[in-house]
């Protein structure tokens, strides 16, 4: 509604008022963008200004590309280890970035934490460590002992020679 009334009585408006047209047309030249009188600078300082701007940007954006290009090196890295199908999507995101990118040395150091364990859990010893840890010797030893012992009795009921 507000819209309508603005659009009915807005120029009206302006033109009684004297409307304040002119700074408008300063402000900006004809394609709207905005001009070194609008910011209050010299021709020269506002080419400075928007050469930053565009230097700003690319180094975002190189920023940016990177990051996400060590976040899929981290997937191909996870991938390979737990041996699933390659992504062609991250292939293309770290070629992208310049294709030599590193993980990130926390992310580095869990991922060779992990391996090692896995490492040591996939071996014989690792896995007979294991059953240590999930098993109570001095329970199966007395259990053992008390399984001879039965036997042990039961031979001897059945057996006149011992």
């Known amino acids: 509604m507000a819209f309508l009334m603005k659009q009915m009585l807005g120029d009206k408006l302006k033109n009684m008022t004297g409307g304040g047209a002119a700074e408008d047309e300063k402000k900006t030249d004809a394609e709207g963008k905005e001009t070194p009188q609008s910011k209050g600078m010299s021709r020269e300082e506002f080419e400075e200004y928007q050469r930053q701007l565009v230097e700003e940007k690319i180094e975002r954006d190189k920023a940016f590309a990177l990051r996400k290009a060590e976040r899929a090196n981290l997937r191909v890295a996870l991938r390979d280890k737990h ?46 460590q294991n059953m240590e840890l999930d098993l109570d010797f001095d329970a199966i030893k007395t259990k053992a002992q008390t399984t001879m012992n039965e036997v042990k009795q039961a031979a001897e009921e059945k057996c006149v020679v011992m």
């Open 83 to 128: 041996r699933l199908p390659d992504s062609a999507q991250d292939d293309a995101t770290i070629q992208m970035a310049g294709g030599d990118v590193d993980l990130p040395e926390e992310l580095a150091k869990m991922v060779e934490e992990d391996e090692e364990e896995e490492e040591a859990n996939s071996t014989l010893l690792g896995k007979i």
